[in-house]
């Protein structure tokens, strides 16, 4: 790496003592479980959090005072009569665990708080927030399941593309006071959508969220005051497939199928008077499969006869003499839990960019970007006219559609007009992968507004930005942003289009943590932990996918491993100790399982999947049969990555003060230690296993290398990158985990640099030279066939966006703390690299980077929230000059060491500048 030395002096100036509020000291942003205002909760001791600004430099939290009440107006008048915690003399603002008074099911709750600084000043009390009770126990339900547990009409559940129609569901209930709150919790398998008196409620699509069934499935909460007429009301509810109906039998593998759609639902209804009443569900319910939701499959899209429609169903006075009675249908899981994780909903509508007719009567899209979701569509014509769209991600020559690399998904929504006026069709319980979109059928010539898509994943906060010097690195972080939130479907799947989706662990293991820095994805990775220790066997077994729609028990070190790296994120990323207490035990179970089961002679050699997807040497030629040579024996991989889960496991047994276990964890890693560097280190050559990139990559990261020997190994590493690769990617899934951080700790963020912004085969580059507009599952995408060839994959980003955060923006939280409490600051600069900017926001508040190099001047503006601190790096050789308001100022522990200034720094915002050679 080469860092451009310093002419003079630095001059640190603090330019603005405030990060977001120069002007006060006040309490801002305050959440839940990490949510703002969630309802239906089921934590008995919710953590609350929030974020305090400032106008002074070196701000921090010393004590703070919460009060809990029951109502606004007891807050208001500043009684908290559930918690009252008075002024607490502590600097904890986030996960302050509640321990006031015991809250029931449905319980509304309200509260605010106000802290004091280092002067003993306290700030005005926070805005009011709040949250609600779920319905805590079994007791509380006292609804029963319904649905209709067989095939009518033109349904066929057994043939391998599974046809199912949607249910229609409807009661009509009276109210005979005033509402003055009512709640609606509801469990809707596999999707539902549900009405009151002819509106939607809530604004989710495809909830609830995806689950391992059998164990659990989730209700959501939804405030229906404001829906709730007095006199006659009509509740009505849509049930869709979902994945708990599969949408295939065999293919592309045997498929988990849990039954017929079916619901649970329970209404509290409480009136002004103080007295309560139920809506649930039960016979008295009416169903019918007549619906124009003819079709529902996940893969293969929605049949939609507008023929069919039923108006007014969700309203009251609706003839449903022709519905059949609901039945009471078994229970499917032993567990209903809420569903504490933001739901999916639309979060952006997109215009094509072009359309284009390849032959007669057939229309193509280009919705400019490979996105997920659905389309909007706009078409007047005759009644019976049958309107088709597919999607795919890509075209052939002759600008028709690719569909060959969704195998059998068919992608393809029908609708069929009712011929009355302008009609619209969004499907409900569908979604795609997609650029292109073909239409066929239209009555007339479409135009750029006949559709409009539908961007459609996980509500998730986004947290980060990124932005730098470089087009290209640009373009791949774009590509990176569009993939990953397009693969959250409540769980992270693999890839939205083709028939497949599912929640390969492996894919995720240490690129949650790039994903953190973009989006918020506590609440996201904490509901697949539960999926993934749910999908769980009794002896310990942990699958490869979770849920195990696909029953794949591989016992895979690097596939079952990942929730042990998960929860690190997790604990680094967010402070969230409640992810390593309460995944422990089963974390635990499977370490165990696994050294009864493969430990021989204190290696783990168990590994199926190893470096998935090396690049080939033939382009052309298929990944996984190219060469041998290149990819890393599973005897290593799984035996250094069992011992890094081992050291973690150390890790969090340190920090529940389970010293017993902090012992046999640390025993067994220290064994394996020694047994992986006899058997796969040659002291001749300096290199471990086969010399591959990963094979070194891995042993540096997992600190495996002895000290004196470190050098050589990572020139064997070099060595492997820049001469038998010519300085391109040369690793699989598991070195691309690794690859830029391991390069620039030991002094290489150049080849990283290289290496991500080449353009030919196989790169990034490569990938959008040739069209991307996402991340490609393979390097060599364009150039092999169908079979397993998604065009929005994200395994391959590995360290990609960890690495531009933390090393090129130096934004960081410091080991020795968490949740960037403490955090290290040391931009890399970078030969090429003439700006970087970059924003986080932490659980604190908004951290930001921004270095520039402009006619010999390095300048950088940062930023480091209240209530925490840092250590920056400032490349110099003299002790720098630091300015408040242009006066000079002496800071505290400074050190001068190789050319690096390293100052520790309070809360602010803070301008360097400096001259360069």
Avoid at 288 to 300: A, K, L, M, R, S
Avoid at 600 to 610: A, C, H, K, V
Avoid at 874 to 883: L, T
Wanted: one cysteine or more; glycine letters at 8%.
């Amino acid at each position: 790496m080469k860092i451009k030395n310093l002419l003079i002096a630095i001059a640190l100036i603090v330019t603005l003592l405030g990060c977001s509020n120069p002007s006060g000291f006040r309490v801002s942003e305050l959440k839940t479980e990490s949510r703002i205002n969630p309802l239906g909760i089921d934590i008995k001791t919710p953590r609350l959090s929030w974020i305090i600004e400032s106008g002074k430099r070196g701000e921090k939290q010393t004590a703070y005072h919460i009060l809990v009440a029951s109502s606004k107006q007891k807050l208001k008048e500043n009684i908290g009569d559930l918690w009252d915690t008075q002024k607490v003399e502590d600097e904890n603002s986030t996960s302050v665990p509640y321990e006031g008074e015991k809250l029931e099911s449905g319980t509304e709750v309200f509260w605010k708080v106000k802290v004091w600084n280092s002067d003993d000043r306290d700030s005005e009390w926070s805005h009011i927030a709040k949250w609600s009770m779920g319905l805590l126990n079994e007791s509380d339900w006292k609804a029963e399941w319904i649905g209709l547990d067989k095939a009518v009409g033109n349904d066929n559940p057994e043939q391998e593309h599974r046809v199912l129609s949607a249910r229609y569901l409807r009661k009509e209930f009276k109210t005979v006071k005033p509402v003055k709150r009512a709640m609606a919790y509801i469990v809707g398998l596999g999707v539902y959508e549900m009405y009151l008196n002819g509106k939607k409620v809530g604004d989710h699509v495809l909830s609830p969220g995806l689950t391992e069934f059998l164990k659990r499935s989730l209700y959501v909460t939804y405030d229906i005051s404001d829906m709730i007429r007095l006199g006659e009301n009509t509740i009505g509810v849509i049930l869709g497939n979902g994945r708990f109906f599969a949408p295939r039998i065999t293919k592309p593998t045997n498929t988990v199928t849990y039954g017929y759609p079916k619901m649970l639902a329970h209404i509290s209804l409480e009136y002004e008077d103080g007295s309560t009443e139920i809506v649930v569900s039960d016979i008295s319910w009416k169903i019918t499969t007549n619906g124009p939701i003819v079709e529902n499959n996940e893969y293969d899209g929605e049949y939609y006869d507008a023929r069919k429609e039923m108006p007014g169903w969700s309203k009251n006075g609706f003839d449903d003499l022709a519905w059949e009675q609901a039945e009471i249908v078994e229970k499917p899981s032993k567990v209903i839990s809420s569903q504490m994780n933001e739901p999916i909903r639309v979060i952006e509508t997109i215009k094509p960019v072009a359309i284009f007719s390849p032959k007669n009567g057939v229309y193509i899209f280009d919705m400019g970007q490979n996105m997920v979701g659905w389309t909007k569509l706009n078409v007047k014509g005759g009644k019976g006219t049958v309107v088709k769209q597919r999607f795919a991600e890509i075209l052939k020559e002759d600008s028709t559609l690719y569909m060959e690399n969704l195998r059998s998904a068919q992608a393809t929504d029908t609708y069929i007009l009712k011929g009355e006026n302008n009609e619209i069709f969004e499907p409900r319980f569908v979604i795609h992968g997609f650029r292109y979109v073909e239409l066929t059928g239209y009555p007339g010539v479409p135009n750029l507004s006949t559709i409009e898509g539908k961007v459609v994943h996980d509500d998730l906060e986004l947290v980060g930005s990124f932005e730098c010097s470089n087009e290209l690195i640009n373009k791949i972080y774009k590509n990176a942003y569009w993939g990953i939130r397009g693969n959250y479907r409540s769980i992270p799947v693999d890839c939205p289009q083709r028939d497949e989706r599912q929640g390969w662990l492996g894919d995720r293991s240490a690129g949650s943590k790039g994903e953190s820095y973009m989006f918020d994805v506590r609440n996201f990775y904490k509901k697949w932990l539960v999926d993934i220790f749910d999908s769980q066997k009794a002896n310990g077994s942990i699958p490869d996918v979770s849920p195990v729609y696909w029953s794949f028990y591989g016992d895979n070190v690097t596939w079952a491993g990942t929730p042990i790296q998960i929860v690190k994120m997790l604990y680094d990323q967010y402070g969230d100790i409640d992810a390593v207490r309460n995944r422990y035990v089963p974390m635990k179970r499977w370490v165990d399982y696994m050294i009864k089961n493969y430990l021989e002679q204190d290696l783990m050699p168990r590994d199926q999947y190893g470096d998935w997807c090396v690049p080939p040497i033939d382009p052309y030629r298929n990944t996984l049969v190219d060469n041998p040579a290149r990819i890393t024996p599973g005897e290593y991989i799984g035996s250094v990555y069992f011992y890094h889960n081992l050291r973690l496991m150390q890790y969090y047994a340190t920090i529940l003060n389970n010293q017993s276990d902090v012992k046999y964890f640390g025993n067994l890693a220290d064994r394996m230690k020694k047994a992986i560097n006899k058997k796969f280190f040659n002291p001749a050559t300096k290199q471990y296993s086969n010399n591959s990139p990963t094979a070194n990559i891995l042993a540096l990261a997992f600190d495996l290398v002895k000290p004196e020997n470190e050098r050589e190994v990572f020139n064997n590493l070099i060595k492997k990158i820049e001469i038998d690769n010519n300085s391109h990617v040369s690793t699989g899934v598991i070195g691309q985990q690794f690859v830029n951080q391991v390069l620039t700790k030991y002094g290489r963020a150049d080849l990283a640099y290289t290496i991500n912004t080449k353009t030919d085969f196989p790169s990034f580059g490569y990938m959008i030279e040739n069209g991307a507009t996402t991340i490609w599952e393979l390097w060599n995408s364009n150039l092999i066939g169908p079979a397993m060839n998604s065009r929005n994959h994200v395994m391959m980003l590995g360290d990609f966006i960890t690495w531009l955060y933390e090393d090129l923006a130096g934004i960081k939280p410091d080991v020795e703390t968490t949740s960037f409490k403490h955090l290290i600051m040391k931009p890399t600069l970078i030969d090429g690299l003439s700006f970087v900017k970059a924003s986080y926001k932490s659980v604190f508040g908004n951290i930001k980077s921004e270095w520039k190099v402009t006619n010999n001047e390095f300048e950088w503006n940062l930023c480091i929230p209240v209530n925490t601190t840092a250590t920056i790096f400032i490349p110099a050789k003299d002790k720098p000059v630091i300015r408040e308001d242009g006066k000079v100022f002496n800071y505290f522990d400074s050190s001068n060491e190789n050319g690096i200034i390293k100052v520790d720094l309070s809360a602010g915002m803070y301008h360097v500048l400096s001259r360069l050679e």
